[in-house]
């Protein structure tokens, strides 16, 4: 049974970050289609400005609370999640553990040349990873079919779509239908941090909640989408009081 809260009208679960590894070594072990996504503020925003986005998350089997700023909301609604469940760590510890079964994962997004990257220092990371496949993340409506079937023929039982949000789960939920994997996730720029192009936070920055922080100093140009904090905070205020 999931349990979840409703943040401006998205269903997030009330997951820890064990379980919800659990669940999803469940789905790759579980035929049909399972989805997890991995929604921030910024995420829940857009949705929240746009219907069939929310639609689309809500179709999902898991929506962890990715960021600090959700697990702060689910308090302020009184109903909160047990913790912060980064798509990037649950994305690692799913990696991990196929490293020793042999399942394979295809790395879909990114600039052309990344998902590649990505493939051999994972494969240093994780030995005994199977990369089933790569595509990159910049293609057309007509590639489509043959992005799938590349997916289908390679046999990967997980698939990261990294294609940034919400083109990824969009993505997913267009070709659910299409798609043979057993578990698909939309993990943003995880392919750039594996890749080495991008840095994750240092884990003083993780452990103090403040990774949004060392992106923002990274990458001042951020600064539109950090802006989406505040406008989400406001808006939760005002969904608990109407
Ligand atoms: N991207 C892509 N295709 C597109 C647009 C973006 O593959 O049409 C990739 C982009 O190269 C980057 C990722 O999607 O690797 C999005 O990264 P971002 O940091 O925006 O994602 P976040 O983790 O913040 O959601």
Not at 181 to 209: E, H, S, T
Not at 219 to 226: D, G, I
């Amino acid at each position: 049974m999931r349990e979840t809260v409703d943040i401006l009208g998205v269903a997030v679960d009330k997951i820890s970050a064990g379980s919800a590894q659990k669940k999803a070594e469940r789905y790759l072990r579980t035929p049909g289609l399972s989805v997890i996504f991995t929604p921030n503020p910024e995420i829940i925003m857009a949705a929240h400005e746009d219907p069939a986005f929310k639609e689309v998350l809500n179709s999902a089997d898991i929506c962890t609370p990715d960021g600090i700023g959700v697990v702060y909301a689910s308090k302020m609604i009184h109903n909160p999640v047990p913790e912060r469940v980064p798509g990037f760590d649950l994305t690692c510890g799913l990696l991990q553990s196929i490293s020793k079964t042999g399942e394979g994962v295809f790395l879909f997004g990114a600039k052309p040349g990344i998902a590649e990257t990505a493939k051999e220092k994972l494969q240093e990371k994780y030995p005994g990873l199977v990369v089933s496949g790569t595509h990159d993340g910049y293609f057309t409506d007509d590639d489509n079919t043959r992005i799938i079937k590349e997916i289908n023929d390679s046999g990967a039982k997980l698939l990261l779509v990294c294609l940034g949000a919400p083109k990824q789960e969009k993505w997913i939920y267009a070709h659910k239908d299409e798609l043979q994997v057993q578990l698909a996730m939309g993990v943003g720029g995880a392919l750039d941090v594996f890749a080495g192009n991008v840095k994750r936070a240092p884990q003083f920055f993780i452990k103090c909640n403040l990774e949004w922080l060392y992106r923002f100093i990274k990458q001042p140009s951020r600064l539109r989408r950090f802006s989406a904090l505040p406008k989400f905070m406001l808006a939760v205020k005002k969904s608990i009081k109407s």
